[in-house]
């Protein structure tokens, strides 16, 4: 998975935005954040390898449903060899119809984000958002992380705030040490 997942980097640096795919640790505080243990409609975006999927598919109550996306074909084919129950679509996470996977009156619980969302201008930031966050149940979860230290950088103060300002509350984890590099988990409870 780490050679996958390096290759993709190299090829396309932007949007992958990472060195190493993320930590078993670093997973577990993001589904733990989530609250995917009670979730029944779960949004996986960026999933790349599934460093986060595997850890969700251990804690998902059966009968849950999972979408995950991600724009990188290669890291698509990669998630559906590795989890063929789990449904996968290579699309941005700004474009796709989500009311497909939905239905007109459903809700995701759970939004969970892999995005390097410190690589993203203010557009693709505010896009996104304002896609996702309208389909997450109040009381809802989106947990997403962030790079200790590139949090400080402007893209990353933008992105904090402009999450605060779409949620009812905003939580920061403690720095997850054993990460390429640290990182902490924000959940974003609508
Ligand atoms: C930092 S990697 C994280 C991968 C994995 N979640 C992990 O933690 O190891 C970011 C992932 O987001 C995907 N990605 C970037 N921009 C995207 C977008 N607009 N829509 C969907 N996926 C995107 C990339 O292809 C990549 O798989």
Request: glycine residues 8%; contains cysteine.
């Amino acid at each position: 998975m780490s050679w996958i997942f390096f290759r993709e980097a190299l090829a396309n640096w932007r949007a992958t935005g990472a060195v190493a795919p993320s930590s078993a640790k670093l997973a577990r505080r993001m589904i733990r954040a989530a609250g995917i243990e009670t979730a029944r409609c779960i949004l996986e975006l960026g999933p790349g390898t599934g460093p986060f999927t595997s850890q969700i598919c251990a804690a998902m109550p059966g009968g849950a449903r999972y979408l995950g996306l991600d724009m990188n074909p290669a890291f698509v084919a990669t998630l559906r060899a590795r989890f063929p129950h789990l449904r996968f679509e290579t699309a941005p996470a700004q474009d796709f119809d989500y009311a497909e996977f939905l239905g007109p009156e459903g809700w995701f619980d759970a939004i969970v984000s892999g995005l390097p969302w410190t690589a993203f201008p203010e557009s693709l930031q505010v896009a996104i958002l304002d896609h996702v966050m309208p389909l997450l149940r109040e009381g809802g979860v989106l947990a997403t992380f962030a790079y200790s230290g590139f949090h400080l950088l402007p893209n990353g103060r933008r992105f904090r705030s402009l999450l605060s300002e779409r949620c009812s509350r905003l939580d920061s984890s403690r720095t997850v040490w054993p990460n390429l590099p640290p990182a902490f988990v924000y959940s974003a409870v609508k």
